[in-house]
């Protein structure tokens, strides 16, 4: 019988079909992946960071690989919105495209000559600048030297090539944050910071700092002064096995400098592994008047970094990394470098949801080991009396986890951190001359101190068509204790060594569009701040900026800071102008006094300072940058940056404050962009404002001019020369210390050039 047209056929097919459609769109609703697209910069081919994106009801950001996801409903428009690359529609067919490659290169607003340094404006809590790095940066063996191209930013100096520590608008050491990925940080092992964090900083890795200004930004962590945050090249899957690489060196004549760089990256669509390592070595330099300054140094760094994907959704990572600088000369300090070796490690894990309100789900773990040996054998002393080294170790391990939740027209930062620090560490004096000639003492420099510090918190942005506010709060649980104290240190504090504090800090600002051109945004904040293991357990040891030898505090009160910023700015398509000024009134200031009823450990030091609160400092200012362009191959850049600080109970100015200074800049592109050049010019201002009780000196104005040019010979091949210090000006920073035994400052070189080539197959 021929059933082929039968009415219960015909019938049964039609339920069969239809049934069939009803579970092909059930499993694509349920089953069907979001499509994942990496936002590029087409001229720097880095990820874009922080971009918002719409489509159709969808919202969301950018991560920090520049990933976004959405369900292409195939008929809505794509619309990104970065301040660098302004508003931007993608058809439905051109993102058709970038789904199927994976990947959507997009070109600046404004072009940027090198380096790209932008102030973003928003979505971020407080205002922060961010430096993308060259390959001649990635040179860099010191990650403190890079920063002081920030504008408010100089390095308190202590030897002529290595360690740089950062100071931003006045503010050091522990009242600054500096972290990589946002979580991983490092001690300095040294006492007298030989090693600061900035130094153990991975540069060849690194992609990208930014400086946030101010006790605004709480998510890294404790952001009194201001954080500094380092970020690492970010994952790029390929659907194909990839192999790609990086090669630099550069050469530089005064002090005998070369320094090589290199990486070797495989992709596939599961795996991207990095493997990076970086050699430098330099010796004594000549400054401007033609004396000799020892700056001998040796530094190498070898890792690697791997990131896996899970799915399209999730990945994991992995980073470990070892410092090892050896043979340093710290001319301004008792001693000089032997050894550091510092080995770095990290694993992460993140996820991204396409349903619901949370958006992101990030999670680091991390440590951070220093070995670090100082002495002062190589030292010229007459009469030598003593020999020393110390033997100091730091760890510091943790973790973070953020959530990010979006919401139709806000969205969410939330989550908790661990942060632990330990030091410890021995002198040894050997006697050489007097009646205990030939004895041994042993000093216990850091007590086996510890500091836990757990902390929560929270940033909420709420944006409109012309204005977006940012909510910040965090709350800190900080403990700190000494395991093998000192026995006088016990004495001098009748036992009293432990200290648990709560710091709270919280956060509002704002950036509202008056006009096209006009925009006002106004921060204030206020940040509380536990001391730190130096201001607490350091034992009778010179870390200051006199010889007086420093004994901590355990007992000191937490430093609260009150701060606003005021930024005006004003933007046309060929200029940009930005007034940014702030003032900080900070509580419970931690200074310190000489203690006449104390005796110091070296017949060197002339007494002791305890470390102690002042009631109220101030620290005030201003930064003024403008920029402007010319017809595409000009670009000029022209910045003034003053702090003012001073102690509110003497009336004294506070130390170690940096001068005014004027930069100026003239960049050049020519040749399709092949030729790049650029001519700057630094005027610092004489400081006659210093802290007289520590022996701080009035220091001179000075001018400086830097030559400098790069030409692309092929799309992976560069070659990059220049002259610094120009005119041979013999010239001091404020910031850098005095020779030991001496009254001469640490003078920078004189004039020095360089050169660089780089391979870049990446």
Known sequence: MNMRNSPFQRKGLKYVLLLSSLMLYFLQSVWAQPSTIRLIDQESREPIRQAAFQHGSQVGISDDNGIIQIENDQSSTL??????????????????????????????????????????????????????????????????????????????????????????????????????????????????????????????????????????????????????????????????????????????????????????????????????????????????????????????????????????????????????????????????LRNDDTWLFNLGHSARFNKGKLADWKTRLYTTKVHHVMDNYDKMIDPRTVDAITHAKTQNFGGRTELRFNFEKSWLFAGTDLRVEKAEGDRQRTMLMGANAGMTMTDNVWQDAMIRKNGVFAEYHLPADNYQLVFSARAELNHAEARNPDEDFSTLYEGDLSSDLVNPSFSLGGTRQLSDRFSIALWAGLAQRSPGLAERYINYFPIGIDPYELVGNPNLKAETNKQIDLVLGWKSPKSDISLNMFSAFVGNYISSEIREDLSPRMATAPGVRQYTNIDQALHAGFELSWKQDYSGYLQQIAELAYTYGKNEDTGEALPEIPPMEFRYRLLGSFVGQKLQTEISYRHSFEQDRVAASYGENETPAFDVVDLKTSYRIKQTISFSAGINNLFDEAYYEHLSRTINGSTRPLYSPGRSFYFSLAFNFL
């Open 79 to 336: 619309i990104i919105s970065h301040l660098q690359f302004g508003k931007q529609q993608i058809a439905p067919a051109e993102l058709a495209v970038a789904i199927q490659a994976g990947r959507l290169l997009l070109n600046p607003e404004t072009r940027m000559l090198q380096p790209v340094v932008y102030l973003q404006l928003h979505p971020n809590a407080g205002e922060k600048e961010s430096m993308n790095f060259q390959s001649s940066d990635l040179l860099e063996h010191d990650a403190g030297h890079l920063l002081d191209q920030f504008m408010s930013i100089s390095s308190i100096r202590k030897s002529g090539a290595y360690g740089f520590d950062p100071v931003v608008r006045g503010f050091k050491y522990d009242q600054v944050n500096l972290v990589i990925d946002g979580v991983q940080g490092a001690t300095a092992g040294c006492p007298n910071r030989m090693d600061p964090a900035s130094s153990q900083v991975p540069m060849n890795m690194i992609n990208q700092a930014e400086v946030i200004k101010g006790p605004y930004s709480l998510r890294y962590g404790n952001a009194f002064g201001g954080t500094v945050n380092f970020k690492s090249a970010g994952f790029n899957f390929t659907e194909k096995g990839a192999l790609s690489g990086r090669l630099s060196s550069s050469l530089e004549t005064n002090g005998n400098i070369s320094r090589t760089e290199g990486l070797a990256n495989y992709t596939n669509r599961i795996v991207d592994l990095k493997l990076f390592g970086a050699y430098a070595t330099g010796d004594d330099y000549e400054d401007g008047d033609g004396m000799t300054v020892p700056a001998h140094f040796n530094r190498q760094n070898l890792g690697g970094k791997l990131g896996i994907r899970l799915s399209e959704s999730q990945e994991i990572s992995a980073m470990v990394a070892n410092n090892h600088a050896e043979e340093v000369d710290f001319p301004t300090l008792p001693m000089d």
